[in-house]
């Protein structure tokens, strides 16, 4: 669990789609919606570096 005591560390490379600030802060990052990121990590895992790379590989090229 998050511990918002904390800011940055570990906790960063990770992304939980059921903390609605992480949901919209990671969408926004990665440019696409809530719902496509939570497929995103549901396909690739929680690690923020796998979900970028999967969302890259999904983008045209």
Sequence with gaps: MDDKKKPG???????NVNEDYELRDWSKKFGVT??????????????????????KSGRKK
């Design 9 to 15: 560390g570990q906790d960063r490379s990770r992304i």
């Design 34 to 55: 809530p719902e496509e990121l939570k497929a995103a990590v549901k396909v690739a895992g929680a690690n923020a570096s796998a979900v970028e790379n999967y969302l």
